[in-house]
């Protein structure tokens, strides 16, 4: 039916815009000339009606193509009824207009479950009307409320009525990244996330990195996932589970390798490094020799007693003297793993979390990282990583796992990384995390092994780490060196809707990438657990810290260093 006889059917339910003037700079984009200033807004969902189909387009940009005379504009003593009667009109906004610059995103075609471009350019004088909810909700989003697969995020920015769903799947399979400024609500969209990943219709498998702690308020202690009813459905309960390096997390010195120990040992020279091999290798053979393949802390010792007998050997032939670079990997490796200096007892000889632990279906595990050095941390992460990808790949290729059931991998998982360019810094490939996540990226989604990156700082994440993020989150950002990052590194999002991420407001993003037919700006729902991101209120803290209370009649301030009424024989009373 064409469009024009819709328009006559139904007046009310189609919105006219304007007309077509031409096309624009390019053959994606036309230009519209239009009176409407509430609907034709950058972002805003427009359609035309070209061979009997509907052709979505987005506003990608608005300039003023006619005023009123400049000297009216300036007299702030008349008011606007003035100016319309000084010029015939009935209204002094009725010879404002504007020119539109949209973006052509296509016609739907079921068959292909796409947006398809048209080639071909509307005449000018086409009417073009705002695009009908009901249309854009079946041609926006890939997924419906409540389908396996679907995570209702927001709603549409310049549409709140139009909820927001993205495709779990896409997210997981291609990985997706969250870039936002400092205070825009990147967690607190990490956290909306997790949510919908974890409600019954998607039941994921989820491992955070969490370098600040402020994950936690998912566990059940702050009345987080597993106790609220959307988290539950029949049989299924979504479960969270807490790991804190050293005390529930720990990682066997075996599962260590080379390029992990690198890190640990800090700044070794070539020399030592050759020699860290040696003695890893020969560490390795005392441990076949007990036919085990886990060596220990006491198989490395031992294998660096006997290079350095061998050592003294050669230096009484006069021969190479490597004294002082055993002493120095020797010193080191006491200095990290010694029972006197393992402080935060993260490494162990016998003990070590297994992957089953970690990742399990419908389960949430949280990894606060807080507590250890950023060089644990992201030795930590790369050790877990490269164990649930070995894993997966051992599944796919239908290999037994030497180490046990334990540490075998059955389903797809993702993690999440907070503070992600921690662990894949700008020009420091030799880190070991950045690495690993790398090879993860670029290979992990053959095998199940979904990543989320969350940075505030993109920026400072390595250009080729954030490419492999098919979709991506993108927040308010004004630092120009984060922009630039953004615009080289993601390729979906268009250079004019790049234009807005200084004016975002905080828990409003853009979204695009494969988990959307097309890019949409959005604003964030209210999260449903408790956020542990939020900053601190200074003068809240201070003014309760003071307070008076009463305490049996009397009068009464807390003490500076106290902030419980509990701790009531510590209370100074007046």
């Not at 993860?440 to 092994?449: C, M, Q, Y």
Request: net charge negative.
């Amino acid at each position: 039916m064409s469009l024009n006889i819709i328009v006559a059917m139904s007046q009310n339910k189609l919105i006219s815009i304007g007309r077509v003037i031409g096309p624009g700079e390019d053959s994606s984009s036309i230009r519209i000339q239009s009176k409407d200033n509430l609907h034709s807004r950058i972002g805003e969902f427009l359609i035309y009606e070209i061979n009997k189909k509907f052709v979505f387009l987005v506003v990608s940009n608005r300039s003023l193509k006619k005023s009123l005379p400049d000297y009216y504009m300036a007299q702030v003593e008349l008011s606007a009824e003035d100016i319309a009667e000084t010029l015939g009109i009935e209204n002094s906004l009725e010879d404002i207009e504007y020119e539109l610059t949209a973006s052509i995103l296509g016609y739907f075609d079921e068959n292909l479950n796409a947006l398809v471009n048209p080639r071909i350019n509307p005449e000018p004088n086409t009417l073009v009307f705002l695009a009908p909810d009901e249309e854009l909700e079946k041609i926006l989003f890939l997924k419906k409320q409540n389908e396996i697969g679907s995570a209702e995020i927001g709603e549409l920015l310049l549409r709140n009525n139009i909820k927001a769903f993205i495709d779990m799947d896409e997210m997981i399979s291609t990985h997706f990244s969250i870039l936002a400024g400092t205070g825009s609500g990147k967690s607190y969209l990490a956290r909306v996330i997790i949510e919908e990943f974890m409600k019954p219709q998607n039941r994921a498998s989820i491992c955070i990195f969490d370098p600040h702690g402020e994950y936690s308020t998912f566990s059940d202690d702050y009345k987080g996932i597993s106790v609220l009813k959307d988290f539950r459905q029949n049989s299924y309960s979504a479960k969270t589970k807490v790991l804190i390096p050293g005390y529930n997390l720990k990682i066997k010195i075996s599962d260590l390798r080379e390029s992990e120990l690198k890190p640990l040992l800090f700044n070794l020279t070539e020399k030592m490094e050759h020699e860290l091999f040696n003695v890893l290798k020969r560490a390795r053979k005392k441990a076949n020799k007990r036919n085990s393949q886990e060596w220990t802390y006491k198989d490395f010792t031992e294998a660096l007693e006997d290079l350095e007998l061998e050592n003294e050997e050669e230096i009484k032939q006069n021969k190479q003297n490597n004294t002082g670079t055993l002493d120095a990997i020797k010193w080191r490796f006491e200095k990290r793993f010694g029972q006197k200096n393992n402080k935060t007892n993260l490494f162990s000889d016998t003990e070590g979390t297994v992957l089953r632990d970690i990742f399990e279906v419908g389960q949430c595990t949280i990894i606060d990282l807080s507590r250890i050095e950023e060089e644990e941390q992201q030795v930590l992460s790369s050790v877990i990583i490269s164990k649930a990808y070995e894993a997966l790949v051992r599944n796919q290729n239908n290999e037994v796992e030497s180490n046990g059931f334990e540490n075998s991998l059955d389903h797809p998982v993702l993690i999440l990384l907070e503070e992600a360019h921690r662990f894949a810094p700008v020009g420091q490939r030799d880190k070991i995390s950045n690495s690993v996540l790398r090879k993860v990226l670029a290979e992990g989604r053959k095998f199940g092994i979904g990543v989320g990156l969350i940075t505030q700082r993109p920026g400072k994440l390595d250009q080729d780490v954030l490419s492999q993020c098919m979709t991506q989150f993108l927040m308010r950002l004004i630092n120009p060196l984060d922009q630039e990052s953004v615009k080289q590194g993601v390729e979906s999002a268009g250079r004019d809707l790049l234009r807005e991420l200084p004016s975002l407001s905080k828990g409003q993003c853009i979204v695009c990438g494969s988990a959307v037919r097309t890019p949409v700006m959005l604003k964030i729902r209210k999260a449903l657990t408790p956020h542990g991101g939020e900053s601190k209120k200074a003068s809240a803290i201070y003014f309760e810290k003071t307070s008076e209370v009463v305490i049996d009649g009397k009068k009464a301030r807390k003490a500076s260093f106290k902030t419980t009424e509990e701790d009531r024989d510590l209370w100074e009373l007046e």
